[in-house]
Protein backbone atom coordinates (compact mmCIF):
# COMPACT_ATOMS: atom_id res chain seq x y z
CA UNK A 1 0.00 0.00 0.00
CA UNK A 2 1.11 3.72 -1.12
CA UNK A 3 1.44 6.26 1.18
CA UNK A 4 0.14 8.75 -1.32
CA UNK A 5 -2.70 11.17 -0.13
CA UNK A 6 -4.17 13.50 -3.07
CA UNK A 7 -4.28 17.34 -2.27
CA UNK A 8 -7.72 18.45 -1.16
CA UNK A 9 -9.31 19.84 -3.40
CA UNK A 10 -10.88 23.50 -2.87
CA UNK A 11 -13.27 23.19 -5.78
CA UNK A 12 -16.96 22.74 -6.45
CA UNK A 13 -17.56 19.73 -8.74
CA UNK A 14 -20.09 21.37 -10.62
CA UNK A 15 -22.28 18.84 -12.92
CA UNK A 16 -26.01 18.33 -13.63
CA UNK A 17 -26.74 16.85 -10.15
CA UNK A 18 -24.93 19.60 -8.36
CA UNK A 19 -25.98 22.35 -9.67
CA UNK A 20 -28.80 22.81 -6.95
CA UNK A 21 -26.15 22.74 -4.09
CA UNK A 22 -24.08 24.83 -6.31
CA UNK A 23 -26.91 27.73 -6.48
CA UNK A 24 -27.73 27.76 -2.54
CA UNK A 25 -23.83 27.45 -1.97
CA UNK A 26 -23.56 30.95 -4.49
CA UNK A 27 -26.52 32.60 -3.31
CA UNK A 28 -24.38 35.28 -1.50
CA UNK A 29 -21.09 34.34 -3.03
CA UNK A 30 -19.27 35.52 -6.30
CA UNK A 31 -18.43 32.35 -8.26
CA UNK A 32 -15.22 31.56 -11.04
CA UNK A 33 -16.09 28.56 -12.91
CA UNK A 34 -13.43 26.78 -14.92
CA UNK A 35 -14.74 25.06 -17.88
CA UNK A 36 -12.27 22.01 -19.18
CA UNK A 37 -11.83 18.69 -20.98
CA UNK A 38 -9.69 16.14 -19.02
CA UNK A 39 -7.57 14.79 -21.75
CA UNK A 40 -6.74 18.57 -23.03
CA UNK A 41 -3.02 19.22 -22.43
CA UNK A 42 -3.86 23.38 -22.35
CA UNK A 43 -7.00 22.34 -19.36
CA UNK A 44 -4.07 20.15 -17.60
CA UNK A 45 -1.35 23.07 -17.24
CA UNK A 46 -4.35 25.58 -16.20
CA UNK A 47 -5.84 23.47 -13.68
CA UNK A 48 -2.91 23.27 -11.91
CA UNK A 49 -2.65 26.55 -11.47
CA UNK A 50 -6.31 27.23 -11.05
CA UNK A 51 -6.90 24.55 -7.81
CA UNK A 52 -3.49 26.23 -6.64
CA UNK A 53 -5.52 29.54 -6.23
CA UNK A 54 -8.42 27.98 -4.83
CA UNK A 55 -6.78 26.69 -2.41
CA UNK A 56 -5.09 29.97 -1.92
CA UNK A 57 -8.24 31.62 -1.43
CA UNK A 58 -10.00 28.92 0.65
CA UNK A 59 -10.67 30.55 3.47
CA UNK A 60 -12.50 33.31 1.49
CA UNK A 61 -16.46 33.56 2.11
CA UNK A 62 -16.71 35.59 -0.69
CA UNK A 63 -16.00 33.54 -3.68
CA UNK A 64 -16.61 29.84 -4.57
CA UNK A 65 -14.08 28.21 -7.32
CA UNK A 66 -15.69 25.37 -9.25
CA UNK A 67 -14.84 23.16 -11.93
CA UNK A 68 -16.98 22.02 -14.87
CA UNK A 69 -16.06 18.98 -17.21
CA UNK A 70 -17.42 19.25 -20.65
CA UNK A 71 -17.13 15.34 -21.06
CA UNK A 72 -19.48 14.45 -18.05
CA UNK A 73 -21.90 17.69 -18.46
CA UNK A 74 -21.34 18.94 -22.24
CA UNK A 75 -25.24 20.66 -21.76
CA UNK A 76 -24.00 22.58 -18.77
CA UNK A 77 -20.92 23.80 -20.99
CA UNK A 78 -23.47 24.97 -23.83
CA UNK A 79 -25.14 26.51 -21.08
CA UNK A 80 -22.20 28.28 -19.83
CA UNK A 81 -21.53 29.24 -23.67
CA UNK A 82 -18.00 27.64 -23.72
CA UNK A 83 -17.33 26.56 -27.25
CA UNK A 84 -13.92 26.80 -26.65
CA UNK A 85 -11.65 24.91 -23.64
CA UNK A 86 -10.02 26.18 -21.36
CA UNK A 87 -12.66 28.58 -20.23
CA UNK A 88 -13.95 30.66 -17.47
CA UNK A 89 -16.87 32.01 -16.32
CA UNK A 90 -17.38 34.67 -13.52
CA UNK A 91 -21.00 34.63 -11.91
CA UNK A 92 -21.43 37.32 -9.82
CA UNK A 93 -23.42 36.18 -6.68
CA UNK A 94 -26.47 38.12 -8.10
CA UNK A 95 -26.75 35.98 -11.19
CA UNK A 96 -26.26 32.96 -10.01
CA UNK A 97 -26.75 30.21 -12.65
CA UNK A 98 -30.45 29.30 -11.60
CA UNK A 99 -31.45 26.64 -14.47
CA UNK A 100 -29.50 24.56 -16.44
CA UNK A 101 -30.83 24.23 -20.14
CA UNK A 102 -30.73 21.10 -21.49
Known sequence: ?????????????LT????????KRTKKTNA???IYIPPNQNCQIIAQSF?????????EKSIVFAKVNCFETPG???????PNVPAFRYVPYNET????IQ
Do not use: W
Open 16 to 23: DDTHAQFV
Open 76 to 82: LCGFLNA
Open 51 to 59: FSVASLFRN
Open 32 to 34: LVF
Open 1 to 13: KTQYVPAQDYVFH
Open 97 to 100: LRKI
